[in-house]
């Protein structure tokens, strides 16, 4: 599936489903609890922190999941086309940033 249709998807499942949407406060506020989780998952998995039983059953893949969908309603809502804030983010990246990585010692 690409971008475009995710957040087509996505717009198709709230108009059917979801009544509306969430106004973008809400959902901002939704985006930072989703990456909270994800945050609490990747310091259980990859960190130095414990499981508790009320973690285990958590995937990363639906964490993420979780988190691209808040940030595609807000696309949506808010009239961003990903696909082009994506390729447009890629290049500026690219312009920025095309020999600082290569030079960075730490990095090797």
Do not use: P
Request: hydrophobic share 40%; glycine share 4%.
């Amino acid at each position: 599936m690409t971008i475009a249709e995710a957040q087509k998807k996505v717009d198709d499942w709230i108009k059917t489903f979801g009544v509306r949407y969430f106004n973008e406060l809400t959902n901002t506020a939704i985006l930072m609890e989703e990456v909270g989780e994800l945050a609490r998952l990747m310091a259980r998995i990859y960190g130095e922190q414990s499981f508790k039983k009320s973690d285990q059953d958590h995937q990363l893949a639906d964490e993420m999941a979780d988190i691209l969908w808040v940030l595609i309603c807000l696309a949506n809502q808010t009239g961003v086309d990903l696909t082009g804030a994506l390729e447009k983010n890629i290049h500026k990246k690219t312009a920025r940033d095309a020999q600082r990585h290569q030079k960075n010692i730490k990095l090797k």
